[in-house]
């Protein structure tokens, strides 16, 4: 920490310090730093990535808007796309330059994906090289993405003869790609402790359902419409004129048929005419089968099997919550309990710790050495000490993350741990006349709560984090045994205290 502050913590300890009450940051939201990139092991500083020139964040709010806004578009396209598969030649104009502005948009996207840096998902590192971006587009979804872009109806009206034939059908049934967006969306949403799971799992289903219903009847009316005998189809039997009524009475009849065979009611009042519809109709049912085992099966994990990783982390929350609120504990307290379990839900899909605890002990002091020497190093405490003790060091020493507005250390608790500020903000605060004042602030590369655990006195602070926080910590025992080790290095580490605070 600052020199001023040390001097500060120093009088507290040796009674007579100077007041300065100083106001800290709050943060308003719980788990407001669920979006937050975690800073990598060793990492000195907690500042989000500056970005190069235009390039546009992905966290950003108005790209954010922009992505629900596509959403809707692709909502749409997935409506309108097996409509006009099945009735193109019925349809009117309208719907044609919709999609042509539809298309102008996700072009838009297009060339906006180019200057939208990603998460490398092996790093977890936000990558703004534009080049890498670039390549990183171009070897996966963009020839995808313009195949799905491209107004293919368009085309065809330079081709007179051609304007309903089935290829350029085919062709602009390759906007259906874009429904990938909605899956990342249910995806997400799944995740977000602001919707019930259970709510959003269900819509996912229904959304799923109602796609292939209305997906399985455009087909079924296609095969209908394309058959050289009206009369001998599905529709044809009962509504032998069926081409001359109009756009909304045809498309009822064909969801109609295609919900009657989805859930195997069968009336009998619409069937297979021809060898084409019975081999359509086969398949349908066969992938009705899929169907009914797929969504039979998710309901079941919502009602049964509720164990899964994010449902357990759900319940941490709300098990939290209601935990307080029985208590009745103080808001601030809540908001710490909250955030911890959001963090630790964050952190355990990274599972750092469980890959360092597999390794051998020889294997993690040589990645400890890596990530933390240098950190340890510029402590004011080890200044001039071995590199055989910093070594030691970091080999005890575990790394944690904090959340925002979290206690590291407690006001008058036994020092039982020395903690290392890798990324982040801590608040030094202190508890005068009945209030919480804020006495001073720790930066990054300094250390917590060293007073106590050397001096062998209650801590005299508390150290309270304002932002998600990397931080490294060590028992007292291990520190002081590793000191009466290196006894040389001890005398070095008294100097420094008493020169820093004196």
Not at 273 to 280: G, I, K, V
Not at 451 to 461: A, D, M
């Amino acid at each position: 920490m600052a020199r001023s502050s040390r001097m500060k913590l120093w009088q507290h300890c040796f009674p007579c310090f100077d007041d300065d009450d100083r106001s800290g940051n709050r943060f308003s939201a719980v788990c407001n730093f669920s979006d937050d990139l975690l800073p990598s092991l060793g990492a000195t500083a907690q500042h989000p990535p500056k970005l190069r020139k235009y390039l546009v964040s992905p966290y950003d709010p108005r790209y954010k808007v922009w992505e629900t806004f596509l959403i809707l578009l692709v909502v749409y396209s997935a409506w309108i796309c097996p409509l006009e598969f099945a009735f193109l030649r019925y349809l009117p104009s309208a719907p044609f330059v919709v999609d042509d502005v539809v298309n102008g948009f996700f072009a838009i996207d297009i060339m906006l994906t180019f200057f939208v840096p990603f998460v490398d998902k092996k790093s977890y590192l936000l990558v703004n090289d534009p080049k890498k971006i670039a390549v990183r587009y171009l070897s996966s979804w963009f020839v995808f993405d313009v195949c799905s872009t491209v107004s293919f109806h368009s085309i065809s009206l330079l081709f007179n003869e051609h304007e309903h034939d089935l290829g350029f059908k085919f062709l602009n049934v390759l906007r259906l790609w874009r429904l990938r967006r909605v899956s990342s969306l249910f995806a997400r949403l799944e995740k977000d402790i602001r919707f019930n799971y259970a709510v959003i799992r269900c819509t996912k289903l229904i959304s799923v359902t109602l796609f292939a219903i209305h997906c399985a009847g455009c087909i079924n009316y296609l095969i209908a419409d394309r058959y050289p005998d009206p009369r001998r189809t599905w529709i044809g039997a009962v509504m032998p004129n069926f081409r001359e009524d109009g756009l909304w009475i045809r498309y009822v009849t064909a969801m109609y048929w295609s919900i009657t065979t989805l859930t195997t009611t069968g009336y009998g009042d619409l069937h297979a005419e021809n060898a084409r519809e019975m081999l359509f109709g086969i398949c349908y049912m066969l992938f009705n089968l899929w169907l009914t085992a797929y969504l039979i099966g998710n309901m079941t994990n919502l009602v049964v099997h509720s164990t899964s990783r994010t449902r357990d982390f759900r319940d941490m929350v709300q098990s939290a919550s209601e935990f307080a609120v029985r208590n009745q504990l103080p808001s601030q307290i809540e908001e710490q309990m909250l955030n911890h379990i959001c963090l630790r839900y964050k952190t355990e899909g990274l599972k750092q710790q469980e890959t360092l605890d597999i390794l051998p002990k020889a294997m993690r002091a040589s990645i400890s050495h890596y990530l933390f020497f240098r950190v340890v190093q510029g402590a004011y405490l080890f200044k001039g000490v071995s590199s055989s003790f910093i070594q030691q060091l970091v080999t005890e020493m575990q790394t944690e993350y904090f959340a925002p507005k979290e206690d590291v250390i407690l006001q008058n608790d036994n020092p039982s741990d020395l903690y290392l500020l890798v990324s982040g903000a801590v608040d030094i605060l202190v508890f005068l006349d009945g209030t919480e004042q804020v006495y001073g602030r720790t930066a990054e590369g300094e250390l917590l709560g060293e007073i106590g655990v050397l001096c062998n006195k209650p801590q005299p602070f508390t150290f309270r984090t304002t932002k998600l926080s990397q931080i490294l910590r060590i028992s007292r025992s291990k520190l002081l045994g590793i000191i009466q080790e290196n006894r040389e290095d001890g005398e070095v580490i008294r100097s420094n205290l008493q020169q820093v605070n004196i």
